[in-house]
C-alpha cells in the first residue's frame, strides 16, 4: 500500500504512522522521518517558509520516486505527506515512512525516499529572512548522497 499526501494543513505523525501499523502484522520494521522548518538559514534567522507546487505533477514525481525505492528493497508499506502553503518555524513540513519486515530495508528505503525527495520532487521553496525573501536551492550535499544512491543502482 502507499499513500501520497499534499496538503496546507498540519498532519498528526501517530494518524500517519498507524496507517502503516494497521492490519500490517508481517512487517516487523517501520522507520520514519519528520522534516521541520528550521528558524535559522545559512546564517539568517528564518520568519516563514512558503512552499509552493504543482498539483498532478508533484504526485506523479513522488509516486515515481516511490515505485524506485520498493523495486530496490522490500517495503510492503509507503506513506509520504509533503506540505505546501506559509508555514513557520518548527512546523513540519513533510512526514515520509516505510514498513518492510526487516530493518535494513526500512532504513534504506526511508532515506533514499527523503533523499530524492529534497532532490527532485518538483516543489518550490522561499524563505522569508531578516535579509529578505530568497528562494531555497537544493544543497550540494543532498545531490552527492543522490550520486551514491545512483552508483548502488
Known sequence: ??????????????????????GNAQDGAIVFFVGRVRDVNEGDDVYTMTLEHYPGMTEKALHQIIDRACAQWQLTRVNVVHR???????????????????????????????DYLKTEAPFWKKEHTDQGARWVSSRDSDSEIVKQWQSKE
Open 1 to 22: 500500500m502507499r499513500w501520497v499526501s499534499i496538503q496546507k494543513e498540519d498532519f498528526v505523525v501517530q494518524k500517519e504512522y498507524e496507517k502503516l501499523c494497521s
Open 84 to 114: 505546501v502553503g506559509t508555514l513557520a518555524p518548527s512546523d513540519q513540513i513533510v512526514f515520509v515512512a516505510v514498513s518492510s519486515p526487516h530493518r535494513h530495508d526500512s532504513f534504506d528505503g526511508a532515506q533514499y525516499i527523503m
